[in-house]
Antibody
Framework: EVQLVESGGGLVQPGGSLRLSCVAS????????MGWVRQAPGKGLEWTAR????????FYRDSVKGRFSISKDNAQNSLYLQMNSLRVEDTAVYFC???????????WGQGTLVTVSS | DIVMTQSPDSLAVSLGERATINCKSS????????????LAWYQQRPGQPPKLLIS???TRESGVPDRFSGSGSGTDFTLTISSLQAEDVAVYYC?????????FGQGTNVEIK
């Protein structure tokens, strides 16, 4: 079955760090860009970061540049998001998603909730 | 950055009636070299991840009912549900992938009247 399964969310204090993971199955992970899309509670969708097929190139939205780092381990079929210097406004469900065709998302995980609060 | 604006924010339609959602981009998302509109539509049911419905403004994904259709070009786009069913209650998002920052619209909530 083609699927993405996220883990690693939780409650963290402002200024803290968290690492999200996403395990892919059912498709050739090494042949795809991968990305993270977040959704604050009751709000819309926001593309956050993406990484090239071989993990060599990373792209971020401005609000997370310098604080978040995306990486891809093709041997483990895994995608990661290292989140540092977390802010209250980073509170969201983080979806692992597969972008295709220049950037629409054809496969999504169920999401993992990150809550940044003191 | 490209700004995507959907209208209306919320829509109540009777079962079996047509629902129309609009999406406007702040600049053209029609790429001249391939004459394609870089726009997708998603459906998000409560408590679920988004589901891709339509890509390239009008190409329906495999398995998506044909009551869903997309149209438009340049800066103005429309998602139409020709005959609303109970399972179509959801929030619908448009998304541009013309730029490098892949922006979503704010969403349109579709309910049953």
């Amino acid at each position: 079955e083609v699927q993405l399964v996220e883990s690693g969310g939780g409650l963290v204090q402002p200024g803290g760090s968290l690492r999200l993971s996403c395990v892919a199955s059912g498709f050739d992970f090494s042949n795809y860009y991968m990305g993270w899309v977040r959704q604050a509670p009751g709000k819309g969708l926001e593309w956050t970061a993406r990484v090239k097929e071989d993990g060599s190139g990373e792209f971020y939205r401005d609000s997370v540049k310098g604080r978040f780092s995306i990486s891809k381990d093709n041997a483990q079929n895994s995608l990661y998001l290292q989140m540092n210097s977390l802010r209250v406004e980073d509170t969201a469900v983080y979806f692992c998603a597969r972008p295709v065709g220049n950037g629409y998302f054809d496969l999504w995980g169920q999401g993992t909730l990150v809550t940044v609060s003191s | 950055d490209i700004v995507m604006t959907q209208s209306p924010d919320s829509l109540a339609v009777s079962l079996g009636e047509r629902a129309t959602i609009n999406c406007k981009s702040s600049q053209s998302i029609l790429y001249s070299s391939d004459n394609k509109n870089y726009l997708a539509w998603y459906q998000q049911r409560p408590g679920q991840p988004p589901k891709l419905l339509i890509s390239w403004a009008s190409t329906r994904e495999s398995g998506v009912p044909d009551r869903f259709s997309g149209s438009g070009s340049g800066t103005d786009f429309t998602l139409t549900i020709s005959s609303l069913q109970a399972e179509d209650v959801a929030v619908y998002y448009c998304q541009e992938y013309y730029s490098t920052t892949w922006t979503f619209g704010q969403g349109t909530n579709v309910e049953i009247k």
